[in-house]
């Protein structure tokens, strides 16, 4: 995918974002699980900000062109798809103190260094993609039977599931598993 399409694909979600938002305010009165569903938005928003900074760690590293392409890719749609959640989140905060979002998330994944081993990185980008993905589930398991309008947010795990799996296809292909036998001499 060319990055214009996805700067574009981006630039849709936004729009439709705010479509979702007035929707949802519309209808806050009804629900009544309005906590739960904020704090899921703000873990999916740190867990966003988690990728971010393990994309610029595995950015740093020498990788192949055609990977850092794809993690470049991953970094913008991520951005935007970051900021989004906030959106959401500042939509839904007169339910909540400014405090949830800025306190730290204790069961975030920390970014590590990956001194130079490419391959980690790569298996730490696809974690946080995966548990992006779960999160994304669990928030519209919180949502059910509400009247919020989730498609924009299908949209997202529907993205984050396309981007694991082209990291994932990509990283078998530059960084093949090493399958070769050893073989010991019988000494004959």
Known sequence: MDN??????????SCQLGTVIADFLQNVTVMENIKPIVQQVIKIWRLHKTLQLTLKVAMRQEIPFRLRTVLSRDYMVVSVLKKEMA??????????????????????????????????????????HRQIITEY??????????NLNLSLLRQH????ATMTDDLTDLSKVLLPEDHRQTHVSLGR
């Open 4 to 13: 214009e399409v996805v700067i574009y694909t981006a630039g849709v979600f």
């Open 87 to 128: 959106n959401l989140y500042d939509a839904l905060k007169c339910c909540m103190q400014d405090a949830c979002i800025t306190r730290p998330d204790t069961k975030a994944t920390m970014v590590m260094d990956v001194k130079g081993n490419v391959k980690l990185a790569l298996n730490k980008i696809v974690n946080v």
């Open 157 to 160: 795990r529907k993205q984050m």
């Open 137 to 146: 589930e669990a928030l519209f398991g919180l949502a059910e039977g509400s």
